[in-house]
């Protein structure tokens, strides 16, 4: 035993030494040579640990604590360990996640939710404190189960696949009575924040959007355009339970942007209501696919 995990630390060690060189010299390229060092240091833990157990990793802790620093802790070797386990799980060492994204991910126990994570910060390149946000939002827990199966079995995405259940909208007044109005005047304070509990490319074009229909003028609370899935996105907003008088009313305004407003090549135009209260029933029945019914939540 002691030859074999004095050969193991040795090359721990080593590896290490590398990577404090390589720090203290080189500008470029840290992160990703971090993560390699990491993930090589990761599988010989990983080794000594399914043999010898926690002991092992705590003297191998101290050793490099005399010779590194503080830093290289007990709780960091398992952190580079379990970061090695995740990576045979999740195959990519993208650019654009660092090591310290990958540690905010360590404590989460599904693997389905980590890729989701991963795929959000490649595609919207997501920063630490916004990764640490999102999770903390519970991003992933709020997506539709149907969107979560087709991640899980990288089948193609809608326009509407993301968007989160329920919507967390900013209350920075603490609003208690709340009309669509006020709900109107939440959302457009805070409409970066509202586009990113919508999911990935969305614009925005208008509120209180007029059209007009025979000699009738109406207004669609909020219209967006999605420049990844090139369609139009009409949202309606409701402050009480979901019914199907909404259903119709959303279906004319998005019949009439695809009359009158949408390129011939932009997709068919997507619905959305945000409710007080989903009706499952009115969805199910509803003749249009287009239209999705999510619930709001003031924050």
Same mark, same amino acid.
């Given at each position: 035993? %002691?030859?074999?995990?004095?050969?193991?630390? *040795?090359?721990?060690?080593?590896?290490?030494?590398?990577?404090?060189?390589?720090?203290? !010299?080189?500008?470029? /390229?840290?992160?990703?040579?971090?993560?390699?060092?990491?993930?090589?240091?990761?599988?010989?833990?990983? /080794?000594?640990?399914? %043999?010898?157990?926690?002991?092992?990793? @705590?003297?191998?802790?101290?050793?490099?604590?005399? @010779?590194?620093g503080? =830093?290289?802790?007990?709780?960091?070797?398992?952190?580079i360990?379990?970061?090695?386990?995740?990576?045979?799980?999740v195959?990519?060492?993208?650019?654009?996640?660092?090591?310290?994204?990958?540690?905010?991910?360590?404590?989460?126990?599904?693997?389905?939710?980590?890729?989701?994570? !991963?795929?959000? +910060?490649?595609?919207?390149?997501?920063?630490?404190?916004?990764?640490?946000?999102?999770?903390?939002? *519970?991003?992933?827990? =709020?997506? &539709?189960?149907?969107?979560?199966?087709?991640?899980?079995?990288?089948?193609?995405?809608?326009?509407? #696949?993301?968007?989160? &259940?329920?919507?967390?909208? @900013?209350?920075?007044?603490?609003?208690?009575?709340?009309?669509?109005?006020?709900?109107?005047?939440?959302?457009?304070?805070?409409?970066?924040?509202?586009? %990113?509990?919508?999911g990935t490319?969305?614009?925005?074009?208008? &509120?209180?959007?007029?059209?007009?229909?025979? #000699?009738?003028? *109406?207004?669609?609370?909020?219209?967006?355009y999605?420049?990844?899935?090139?369609?139009?996105? !009409?949202i309606e907003l409701?402050?009480?339970?979901?019914?199907? /008088?909404?259903?119709?009313?959303?279906?004319?305004?998005?019949?009439?942007?695809?009359?009158?407003v949408?390129n011939?090549?932009?997709?068919?135009?997507?619905?959305?209501?945000?409710?007080?209260? &989903?009706?499952?029933?009115?969805?199910?029945? +509803? /003749?249009? #696919? =287009?239209?999705?019914s999510?619930?709001?939540?003031?924050?």
């Amino acid at each position: 035993m %002691k030859n074999e995990t004095e050969i193991i630390y *040795n090359q721990i060690e080593n590896k290490i030494l590398n990577h404090e060189i390589y720090q203290s !010299v080189k500008d470029y /390229s840290k992160a990703k040579e971090k993560m390699k060092t990491y993930l090589e240091i990761g599988e010989l833990i990983s /080794s000594v640990d399914t %043999k010898y157990g926690k002991s092992i990793i @705590k003297e191998y802790s101290n050793r490099l604590i005399t @010779k590194f620093g503080k =830093r290289y802790s007990v709780s960091l070797l398992y952190k580079i360990k379990q970061f090695y386990i995740i990576i045979q799980k999740v195959p990519t060492l993208s650019g654009k996640l660092t090591w310290s994204h990958w540690y905010e991910m360590l404590s989460i126990d599904d693997i389905n939710k980590i890729k989701y994570y !991963v795929y959000q +910060c490649e595609i919207n390149n997501i920063d630490v404190r916004g990764l640490r946000s999102i999770i903390k939002a *519970n991003e992933y827990e =709020r997506l &539709n189960e149907e969107t979560k199966l087709k991640l899980i079995n990288k089948e193609e995405n809608n326009v509407v #696949d993301f968007v989160k &259940n329920p919507i967390l909208i @900013k209350n920075s007044y603490n609003y208690e009575n709340i009309s669509e109005k006020l709900l109107q005047k939440l959302i457009l304070e805070n409409i970066t924040s509202f586009m %990113k509990e919508l999911g990935t490319g969305f614009s925005f074009i208008d &509120n209180e959007y007029k059209i007009k229909v025979g #000699d009738r003028y *109406n207004y669609i609370d909020l219209l967006f355009y999605n420049f990844k899935y090139k369609c139009f996105v !009409v949202i309606e907003l409701k402050v009480n339970e979901l019914n199907s /008088s909404h259903t119709g009313q959303i279906q004319n305004y998005m019949n009439y942007i695809d009359n009158e407003v949408k390129n011939i090549d932009d997709n068919k135009t997507a619905g959305i209501i945000i409710c007080k209260k &989903n009706n499952q029933y009115v969805i199910q029945y +509803c /003749s249009d #696919d =287009r239209i999705i019914s999510r619930e709001y939540e003031l924050v």
